[in-house]
Structures are given as C-alpha cells and as structure tokens.
C-alpha cells in the first residue's frame, strides 16, 4: 500500500523567499518519489525524482528535494522564489505498483 | 524528442454524448495511463493500457473505457456523459519495460479539457 500527504493546500511566499512545500508518504516497500509542477491549463511537468542514488535530489528550475527515510518525507525546497514559480505542486509515490498516488497538491503563490 | 500529445485541447459536449479523447505517447514508451482532474479533486486515475491490453483501472464507471493501439497510441472514451464528466483528462506515458525508476517515470501531456453542458 502506498500514499501521499501534502501539507497545506496553499503555500504563500513572497519573491525571494525561500519555498517549502512539505510531503509525506508511506509506502510498504522502497518507494520512489516525484514531484510534478503545473501551471495553469497545462499538463503536469517532471521536477525531480528521488531513485535512491542520493538522498538529495537536484530538479529543474532551481528545485531540490531531500529524502528523509526516518522522517518519511520528500519536502521540495527552493532558496529563492521568482514569480515564475507560483503553480499547483504534486507529490507522488510508487513503490511495487507502476500506478503512481498523488497527492492533493499545493499551490504555490508568489507575492511580489 | 516529441513528448506526449493530446487532441483535442478542448472539446465540449452535451448530456448524454459520447466523448473521444486522444492521445499520442513518447516515443519508444508502451505504457499509457489516463487521468481525470476535477476542480478540487485532484488526479483521479482512470485506466492503465501496456502493449495493447488494459492493466488496471481505477474507480470509475463502466462508461469510461478506451483501447491502445498497435503503435501504442491510446483512446478515452466517455460514453453518456453527466455533469461531473467536466473535468482536465490528462494522458501519461512511461517506458514500461526500462528496469529501475525510469520504468516507473510518468511523462504528462498538455490534456484535454471537456465541458458538458
């Protein structure tokens, strides 16, 4: 069994601000982990994937995520947030299935 | 690389019509998934087709059903559509038989959005 939780439906940052959005899963095997971006009226895009190479994962755009086993969490962070950034965030997890959970998503908001 | 593809972007429909969607996997990748996203609902899955056969299905009625293609390209079809069909249908492709995470790596399409009135 798997399943995703992320905390917070919306995230309010403003620009420069670190961005934090948190995400928890369980999962009864080795999971691997995504988090997906989406703007508005458009697909879902691949930032990273955790594939247990290393624990820290660097994504496009400037996001990393870190995979915490003992905390069960893959949070996505970005030192510097631009405008450009605010979208819906999804987190997922995988493990013995190919049919990824995904989480509820966060929005992601960038005031100036 | 050409990624997933999708037709129509947006389709709109009537009560009871049936809706055809479309969609067009990555290159060299044999697994489609289909996915609806209603307001507020988030990512619902509907159907998994691999080499042809569907694989799994997710919690959705009889009406919803589809095909894949001998050149992997796949299908959703929505007979009798109701209200709450309304939704962003969005199609995944991943390259099934690759080992490791990549197998398990789903590539989104821009998705098709259908209004029933």
């Known amino acids: 069994a798997q399943s995703v939780t992320q905390l917070g439906s919306h995230v309010s940052v403003s620009e420069g601000a670190l961005v934090l959005l948190r995400c928890n899963y369980s999962s009864s095997v080795p999971p691997y982990l995504f988090w997906y971006v989406q703007y508005p009226n458009q697909g879902l895009q691949l930032l990273l994937k955790?594939?247990?190479?290393?624990?820290l994962v660097k994504g496009i755009n400037g996001f990393e995520a870190e995979f915490k086993k003992s905390e069960t969490s893959f949070h996505l962070t970005k030192p510097s947030a631009h405008m450009s950034d605010a979208a819906e965030y999804f987190c997922?997890?995988?493990?013995?299935?190919?049919?990824?959970?995904f989480g509820r998503g966060t929005s992601l908001i960038v005031h100036p | 690389e050409a990624g997933v593809t999708q037709s129509p972007t947006h389709l709109i429909k009537t009560r009871g019509q049936q809706a055809t969607l479309r969609c067009s996997p990555i290159?060299?990748?044999?697994?489609v998934y289909w996915y609806q996203q209603a307001l507020g609902l988030g990512l619902q899955f509907l159907l998994w087709y691999d080499e042809g056969e569907e694989r799994n299905r997710g919690n959705f009625p009889p009406r919803f059903s589809g095909r894949q293609f001998p050149n992997y390209s796949s299908e959703l079809n929505v007979n009798a559509l109701e209200l709450e069909d309304s939704a962003l249908y969005l199609c995944?492709?991943?390259?099934?038989?690759?080992?490791?995470?990549?197998?398990?790596?789903?590539?989104f399409g821009p998705g098709t959005r259908l209004l029933v009135l």
């Open positions: 997922a997890v995988t493990g013995g299935s190919y049919i990824p959970t």
């Open positions: 995944a492709s991943s390259p099934r038989g690759t080992s490791g995470s990549e197998g398990k790596t789903q590539y």
């Open positions: 955790y594939t247990s190479a290393a624990t």
């Open positions: 290159s060299g990748h044999t697994s």
